[in-house]
């Protein structure tokens, strides 16, 4: 479990694409965008005998709860997986409450299988979210490879351009996450 999270992530939350083996420990419900055995899951019961049971289906980008109705989203190696992160991060901030927290830990480039792939520039996003690239959208692979520095450049980007209601407060960074040090974490403010 994640410290980190512990200290941000209070009351009832979302957790998107949520799996036994990387479990949060944290009072959430688990989104995913389907209750078919994927791949993913098929690993994740190859690691740990199990699977967490899906209590949401439909995709991270566009999740049938109200606006406003959950104190905290998070998620562990999943941003990766939305083609447009634009969207994926407005629609986590529409679902937390004012002063919610959006809390995510991401693959960092360096210590990933993602080592020798390109690094996912801000423009390839604007474009994404413009409609101006078209990606496959039924690989669930990594649409995005980032290092910490690329998803704050994209954080300040949404904030300066009106991409969410109200700017976020960064809360805090680890470069390193503190759950399985792969990744690196950042915890996003409702204002």
């Not at 634009?86 to 299988?113: A, D, S």
């Not at 690239?133 to 290092?147: G, K, M, N």
């Not at 700017?167 to 996450?177: F, G, N, S, W």
Request: aromatic share 8%.
């Amino acid at each position: 479990e994640s410290r980190l999270a512990h200290a941000y992530c209070k009351g009832k939350g979302l957790e998107i694409g949520g799996a036994a083996l990387n479990p949060f420990g944290l009072d959430t419900l688990n989104v995913d965008f389907t209750k078919e055995i994927t791949k993913f899951k098929q690993e994740e019961i190859k690691r740990c005998g199990t699977c967490l049971p899906v209590d949401i289906e439909a995709p991270g980008d566009a999740v049938p709860v109200a606006s406003g109705s959950f104190d905290f989203v998070v998620s562990s190696h999943v941003l990766e997986h939305f083609i447009d992160p634009i969207k994926t991060l407005r629609e986590w901030y529409r679902i937390v409450k004012p002063g919610g927290v959006i809390f995510m830990i991401l693959p960092h480039k360096e210590r990933t299988f993602d080592r020798d792939r390109p690094r996912t520039t801000l423009q390839e996003l604007i474009d994404r979210h413009a409609g101006r690239t078209a990606l496959d959208p039924d690989t669930h692979e990594h649409y995005s490879v980032w290092i910490t520095q690329d998803v704050l450049e994209l954080v300040i980007y949404m904030n300066n351009h009106g991409l969410f209601e109200k700017p976020v407060v960064i809360e805090a960074v680890q470069d390193r996450d503190d759950k399985v040090g792969n990744g690196f974490a950042i915890v996003l403010r409702k204002t």
